[in-house]
């Protein structure tokens, strides 16, 4: 006989649970279970998955007409028993790794915020931030360690206090490997001066003397620079006749020891300005910072 189901399916983007009515059906419970199922997501719109609980449901009072079975069938098979269950990217791992989160939205303007993970996966991350976003929002996420940077959607948020808030952040598509390869280069204290040409945060454009704290084979520490206000700028940075590309990861805070000074990440990996040698291996330990140059 023909039975009526009740079905729990799973967001892959932002793990919310949808239930669907199987109406007049004449699969059995186990074949109910092993099927895919088309859903929709309240946030992310047509999704499909496999069943996390199938519930069975008591006959209707006024059962419809075949003819308007398919009216009543809010979920629609897509494959054969033989289709397996759509897992998970990755588990989520509670793990703290420093973050920029920056872009712009119609709510905040242009915005820039350092934060770090509160848990991560091949999907995206939970982190906390003052900024006030709204869901659906798409934004930018760089590590700070690394300067990896990746567009991400605003999928979930839960006030936390009044004045920060748990966001959840989705990648466009799963990147397993993200995270992992977050390790940390090693960095070797050394004072160049340079000159570096950009754009304010007006469109103007500078060029202004600036001096490297230390070094790592992908990027640098910066110190003196007044005119970048926001994670994301390109500039170019100019070492004798050498000149190569780089992306600002990081701005120091006004008022702490970082100040003035910005992490860059270069963005032309054939190109080497700083013609210095790294050492082989993994570092042991964070180097020290360095005191400016005397004029």
Request: glycine content about 8%.
């Amino acid at each position: 006989m023909p039975g009526n189901f009740a079905i729990r399916l799973r967001c892959p983007l932002c793990e919310a649970d949808s239930w669907v009515t199987l109406a007049d059906r004449q699969e059995t419970y186990e074949q109910i279970q092993k099927q895919t199922w088309d859903f929709k997501c309240r946030e992310h719109g047509a999704q499909r998955g496999a069943p996390k609980e199938v519930i069975g449901v008591a006959p209707l009072d006024d059962p419809p007409p075949s003819t308007q079975k398919s009216a009543l069938t809010f979920g629609n098979p897509i494959s054969t028993e033989t289709t397996k269950r759509i897992p998970r990217s990755s588990e989520r791992m509670p793990l703290r790794i420093p973050v920029v989160i920056y872009g712009f939205t119609k709510n905040c303007g242009a915005f820039h915020e350092e934060t770090e993970t509160q848990t991560v996966n091949g999907s995206g991350a939970l982190v906390m931030l003052k900024t006030k976003l709204a869901l659906g929002d798409s934004v930018f996420l760089m590590q700070k360690g690394s300067g990896l940077e990746q567009e991400v959607r605003v999928v979930y948020l839960d006030a936390y206090t009044d004045r920060e808030t748990k966001v959840g952040l989705a990648f466009k598509h799963p990147i397993p490997d993200f995270w992992r390869r977050s390790r940390k280069q090693h960095r070797v204290p050394k004072m160049l001066r340079v000159v570096v040409k950009g754009t304010d945060s007006r469109g103007h454009p500078f060029k202004q003397s600036s001096y490297t704290i230390d070094l790592s084979q992908d990027g640098a520490r910066l110190d003196g620079i007044g005119f970048l206000t926001s994670p994301g700028q390109t500039i170019e940075v100019h070492r004798l006749w050498r000149k190569k590309k780089y992306r600002v990861i990081w701005i120091g805070h006004v008022g702490t020891s970082e100040a003035n000074q910005v992490g860059i990440f270069g963005l032309q990996n054939e190109k080497d300005i700083w013609r210095v040698e790294f050492p082989e291996g993994e570092p042991e330990k964070e180097p020290g910072k360095s005191e400016p140059p005397k004029k």
